[in-house]
């Protein structure tokens, strides 16, 4: 897999956008980036994924860099219930496994 | 629909016990996975599956076996249960890796004592 690095940890006030960063400067050109989260202990959710494009879904916005190394995960608009572990993974295409990093411990404050 | 189902959700072994975790899907997929995940930690990836009656080695294989005998089963096995393997165990099925996302279940909180 092409390795990922995210912040430990982010604050971000109820309402306002929240931006997690990821860096993935080895990833190869048929690689998807995706983003899952976890809240409390509960199982993992998949939030978005793209390849070179931005993309947006009801949940969130995914911003790629023109060179692919790095993106950006946007929630428009932070709610309390977006506290949570935000993971960044890129599998690798040949591989067929998925592996998941540390990731982002977002904490949305009233 | 139940999507992906762990059972048991809680178990406690004394060490050198063994134990079956199973994994049901009923969406078709293709893919499966296991995972375990230690307090504070992330997700690391133990074995998977991209099929019926293969599997393949992940991060953390060692102390587990596992079985894929039916496309909607995964089994992760426990030979001889160690306290080292206290941890919450997570199973997730796909249709596959790329392209597609993958559903968890609500996991396995498995304690050895």
């Known amino acids: 897999d092409a390795k990922t690095t995210q912040p430990t940890s982010m604050d971000c006030a109820e309402g306002r956008a929240a931006n997690l960063p990821c860096n993935h400067s080895t990833i190869s050109g048929n690689e998807y980036v995706y983003w899952y989260r976890q809240i409390h202990s509960q199982g993992p959710q998949y939030i978005i994924h793209g390849l070179k494009n931005n993309e947006t879904n009801e949940m969130a916005s995914l911003i790629i860099t023109e060179d692919r190394k790095s993106s950006t995960l946007i929630l428009p608009h932070a709610t309390l219930r977006d506290t949570a572990v935000y993971y960044c993974?890129?599998?690798?295409?040949?591989?067929?496994?998925?592996?998941f990093g540390a990731g982002t411990r977002l904490t949305v404050k009233p | 629909n139940a999507g992906v189902t762990q059972t048991p959700k809680f178990r406690v072994l004394k060490t050198g016990q063994s134990m079956t975790l199973l994994c049901a899907q009923d969406?078709?997929?293709?893919?499966m996975y296991w995972y375990r995940q230690d307090p504070g930690m992330g997700l690391r990836l133990i074995h998977y599956s991209v099929g019926e009656g293969t599997t393949a080695k992940g991060e953390v294989p060692d102390g587990y076996n596992v079985s894929r005998l039916k496309k909607q089963n995964f089994l992760l096995g426990l030979e001889s249960a160690a306290p080292s393997q206290t941890s919450v165990y997570f199973c997730?099925?796909?249709?596959?890796?790329?392209?597609?996302?993958?559903?968890f279940g609500q996991g396995t909180r498995l304690t050895v004592v």
């Open positions: 969406m078709n997929h293709e893919y």
């Open positions: 997730a099925s796909s249709t596959r890796t790329v392209y597609t996302e993958a559903f």
């Open positions: 993974i890129v599998p690798n295409y040949n591989n067929n496994d998925m592996r």
